[in-house]
């Protein structure tokens, strides 16, 4: 049996936490509460435990399976589904979700038939949809939606909320911020419906954020990106006082030879159905490493060293080590983007390792290393 892999991704416990109490405080100098979005890394309770030990209490995730398993592993934590759920799911919804976001009538009347053959009461916060076109309840259809929803046994409605720059890019402005605050009232005052998470949005939401001098009455965001990989969504720029080295994607030479860099004879598709175009390099040090597509999503990966991606097929990745004199053996490092982390986490290819790193590097402000 083999108990390694060639590819893994280490994961820094101590500045995942670092990142965690820095984005707490800030939000919190707001009276904005954070639900830890855990999908990117697949509910895994070792990270899921470092976000409940520094102080988030809500944790949030769109699959059931990872919801099932922080719970096995007794993470102290309330449980959001993160998507509409699947009418056939609601069962394992009303067991292992304490909270879910819905947008369909249908599968919320499921979930209250399912809530009172379980005896057990579940929680919603209904979406509306402001421009993003992912999922979403039209703000102009809510009176009705809402009115009928109240009529359901084992159902209470705990929240509203909104999201942003997911599918269709659109940004959490000032206005729609403005829009799910107004709509918020609106609620609350026709239905005498208290409620208890106005959620704005999720890591997109920092330059409004920062920006804003008033938030209105939005009171939760659902953060995952900020967290794991230190930087907001709307561009990518790191926050200030937060690690974009949480996590490192780490591959191993296994091959290293001088060669061309135009591949020789007549060409068709590649594996993918692609015609890859190539730059003449001349005679280059061509460096394989032993993952591929199959492992992480390879376009979402940035070297630390001075070395360029030339190509990748289902097992490799071709590079151009350039001065570098990488041998057999050797490994590389790698940044991932969200895609590339998704990726290597969902992979059973790619071994996990946690670190507790024993000092941070200086990518922070002084002051970040003093109350750590």
Not at 231 to 253: D, H, Q
Request: charged share 25%; hydrophobic share 40%; with cysteine.
């Amino acid at each position: 049996m083999i108990d390694f892999m060639s590819s893994r991704v280490e994961i820094d416990l101590v500045k995942l936490g670092n990142n965690v109490e820095v984005l707490l405080n800030l939000y919190g100098s707001k009276n904005i509460g954070i639900m830890g979005v855990t999908k990117v890394v697949c509910g895994i309770p070792e990270i899921a435990q470092v976000l409940v030990n520094k102080g988030i209490r809500i944790l949030a995730d769109s699959k059931i399976g990872n919801l099932r398993n922080m719970r096995n592993a007794k993470i102290k934590a309330e449980f959001i589904l993160l998507k509409t759920p699947s009418l056939s799911e609601v069962d394992q919804v009303i067991k292992y979700a304490d909270i879910s976001i819905n947008t369909e009538i249908s599968v919320i009347k499921s979930l209250s038939a399912a809530a009172v053959k379980n005896e057990f009461p579940h929680k919603i916060i209904l979406m509306v949809d402001l421009g993003d076109l992912r999922e979403g309840i039209l703000p102009a259809d809510i009176d009705g939606f809402i009115q009928e929803v109240l009529q359901l046994p084992g159902i209470t409605i705990v929240g509203i909320g909104a999201n942003f720059a997911c599918l269709g890019g659109v940004k959490p402005t000032e206005d729609k911020m403005s829009t799910l605050s107004l709509l918020a009232d609106h609620i609350e005052e026709e239905f005498n419906l208290p409620l208890a998470y106005i959620s704005g949005g999720n890591s997109a939401n920092y330059n409004w954020f920062m920006a804003s001098e008033d938030i209105g009455t939005i009171n939760n965001i659902r953060i995952g990106e900020s967290i794991f990989l230190g930087c907001e969504t709307l561009g990518r720029t790191r926050i200030p006082n937060l690690f974009t080295n949480v996590f490192t994607f780490v591959a191993e030479v296994i091959e290293s030879k001088i060669k061309g860099s135009l591949p020789d004879g007549d060409r068709g598709q590649n594996a993918f159905g692609i015609s890859p175009e190539f730059q003449d390099r001349g005679q280059i040090r061509r460096v394989i490493l032993g993952v591929g597509c199959q492992d992480v999503l390879v376009s979402g990966l940035t070297p630390r060293l001075d070395i360029d991606i030339l190509g990748s097929s289902s097992d490799h990745i071709i590079i151009d080590a350039k001065r570098m004199e990488l041998k057999v053996g050797d490994e590389v490092e790698f940044d991932l983007n969200y895609g590339a982390l998704l990726s290597v986490m969902t992979s059973p290819n790619v071994d996990k390792k946690y670190i507790h790193s024993s000092k941070l590097d200086n990518q922070t402000e002084q002051d970040v290393f003093n109350k750590l």
